[in-house]
């Protein structure tokens, strides 16, 4: 059974970046033919798929943030990572992790997530 993890801080201030870490047990970040994404939905809003990176390290990133957007993967530790550079307080948002087989979400299988955590962008 896949568990996914994220973790990072809750509160980050206007103008830095954010950061968050996706710690996966119960399957390998390298297994084929997996996307390893992010999402985010802030409130009053629907989710807005942010990136992933896939099996093979590869990246993608949505249009609406790609230019803020990196995401990177530690196979090492099994982890992918967020970051979200000049954020504003309309960045606040819960942010998910989540792993789903490349396709899936074209049949309505959005795969494994993360509980989300609640990132906050405030001075």
């Known amino acids: 059974q896949v568990q996914l993890q994220e973790s990072g801080p809750g509160l980050v201030k206007p103008s830095q970046t954010l950061s968050l870490t996706c710690t996966v047990s119960?399957?390998?970040?390298?297994?084929?033919?997996?996307?390893w994404s992010w999402i985010r939905q802030p409130p009053g809003k629907g989710l807005e798929w942010m990136g992933a990176?896939?099996?093979?390290?590869?990246?993608y990133y949505g249009p609406s943030l790609k230019s803020r957007t990196s995401i990177s993967r530690d196979t090492t530790k099994n982890q992918f990572t967020l970051q979200l550079v000049s954020v504003t307080p309309e960045d606040t948002a819960v942010y998910y992790c989540?792993?789903?087989?490349?396709?899936?979400?074209?049949?309505?299988?959005?795969?494994?997530w993360g509980r989300g955590t609640q990132v906050t962008v405030s001075s």
């Open positions: 119960g399957d390998s970040i390298t297994t084929n033919y997996y996307d």
């Open positions: 989540a792993r789903w087989r490349r396709g899936g979400p074209l049949t309505n299988d959005f795969g494994s």
């Open positions: 990176v896939d099996y093979s390290g590869n990246t």
